[in-house]
C-alpha cells in the first residue's frame, strides 16, 4: 500500500487545515487509518485513527476537540481536518495504515506515507 499525504502548510494559530492522504490499494477500505506527527526532535505522537468501515474514530489528547478524522473509501482517501490550530501543532503529520489495528503505538501499523508538514505560526 502506498500512501501519499497532502495538505499541509503555513496557517496562522486559531486557524485551519485539512489534510488529505490518498492510498494505492484497491483494497483500502480493508484498512484501518491513521494520523501520527512529529515535531523536531519529538517522537512520533498519536493523533487520530478511524476504523475501516468508517464507523469508529479515536483521538489523541492533544487533537481531542479540535481535529476530526473522516474518510471516503470511494475515494482511497482519510482526511484530518484540524481547528483551532496551536504553533504546538506544529509538525510533519504522516498517514499511516494497517488491517488489524488501530493502536496509538506506531510501531503497530504497517504501512506510511511521506508525511506533509503543517507549520503554525504565532
Known amino acids: 500500500v502506498q500512501l501519499q499525504a497532502s495538505g499541509g502548510g503555513l496557517v496562522q494559530a486559531g486557524g485551519s487545515l485539512r489534510l488529505s492522504c490518498v492510498a494505492s490499494?484497491?483494497?483500502?477500505?480493508?484498512?484501518?487509518m491513521g494520523w501520527f506527527r512529529q515535531a523536531p526532535g519529538k517522537e512520533r505522537e498519536f493523533v487520530g485513527a478511524i476504523f475501516w468501515s468508517g464507523g469508529s474514530t479515536r483521538y489523541g489528547d492533544s487533537a481531542k476537540g479540535r481535529f476530526t478524522i473522516s474518510r471516503d473509501n470511494a475515494k482511497n482517501t482519510v482526511y484530518l481536518q484540524m481547528d483551532s490550530l496551536e504553533p504546538a501543532d506544529t509538525a510533519v503529520y504522516y498517514c499511516?495504515?494497517?488491517?488489524?489495528?488501530?493502536?496509538?503505538?506506531?510501531?503497530?501499523?504497517?504501512?506510511w506515507g511521506r508525511g506533509t508538514l503543517v507549520t503554525v505560526s504565532s
Open positions: 490499494a484497491r483494497t483500502f477500505s480493508t484498512f484501518n
Open positions: 499511516a495504515a494497517d488491517r488489524l489495528h488501530w493502536s496509538t503505538r506506531s510501531a503497530d501499523w504497517d504501512y
